[in-house]
């Protein structure tokens, strides 16, 4: 899978939107590009995934540029419970090989939510 | 409710005592794997499951043993656990390809 690079952490205030970065320079064109967060004490949660357009659901949206080389997923009013780290992955769907049943991790971006 | 089942959440044992870690899934998903996760390496794979009897190697599978007799459920096995194998343990599945993974809600094993 192709690599994804985000900030180590950002801080929100409650209430107010958050944009989370993400660069992924070396997409390819069958790359989709996964969401995923974590809560303390608990296992990823899904977040959004989506390929070129940009993606809306109840919990967030992603907006994807152009170029497809970064996307910003976007919590429109941050609260207490999105304090978490949040993951920005690339799953190849056109590649046919082992890999493709892996997803691979970085270390994502630590969101803090102040009251 | 959708859920993915890990057994037990916690497990303190010692060195060379064989133990499995069971997962269990209800959505009739195809894929499963497992996880791990350390402060600073963040979650790497440990094995995975395409479907029944067709397991393959994650990033880091060596000490570790799968095995998928059904489609529900698939057992991590640690044959000799030794302190390096202290850690969060993840077990996710999936239905489709590019269909989003649901976790369980993690194991954590210490190894004395």
């Known amino acids: 899978d192709a690599k994804t690079t985000q900030p180590n952490s950002m801080e929100s205030n409650e209430e107010e939107p958050v944009h989370l970065p993400c660069n992924h320079s070396?997409?390819?064109?069958?790359?989709?590009i996964h969401w995923y967060r974590q809560l303390p004490s608990q296992g990823p949660e899904y977040v959004i995934h989506g390929l070129t357009s940009n993606v809306n659901n109840r919990m967030a949206s992603l907006a994807i540029a152009e170029d497809r080389k970064s996307s910003t997923l976007i919590l429109h009013r941050a609260t207490l419970r999105d304090a978490a780290v949040y993951y920005c992955i690339l799953r190849d769907i056109g590649y046919s090989g082992a890999g493709s049943y892996q997803l691979t991790f970085g270390k994502g971006t630590k969101l803090s939510v102040i009251p | 409710e959708a859920q993915v089942t890990q057994n037990p959440r916690y497990l303190i044992t010692v060195t060379g005592k064989k133990l499995t870690v069971t997962c269990s899934q209800n959505m009739n998903h195809e894929y499963m794997s497992w996880y791990r996760q350390d402060p600073g390496l963040g979650l790497r794979q440990i094995y995975y499951s395409m479907n029944v009897e067709v397991t393959d190697k994650g990033d880091v599978p060596e000490g570790y043993k799968v095995s998928r007799k059904e489609k529900r459920n698939f057992p991590l096995i640690l044959e000799s656990p030794s302190p390096n194998q202290t850690s969060l343990y993840f077990c996710?599945?999936?239905?489709?390809?590019?269909?989003?993974?649901?976790f369980g809600d993690g194991t954590r094993l210490s190894i004395l």
């Open positions: 996710a599945s999936r239905d489709r390809d590019n269909q989003p993974q649901h």
């Open positions: 070396t997409i390819s064109g069958t790359d989709y």
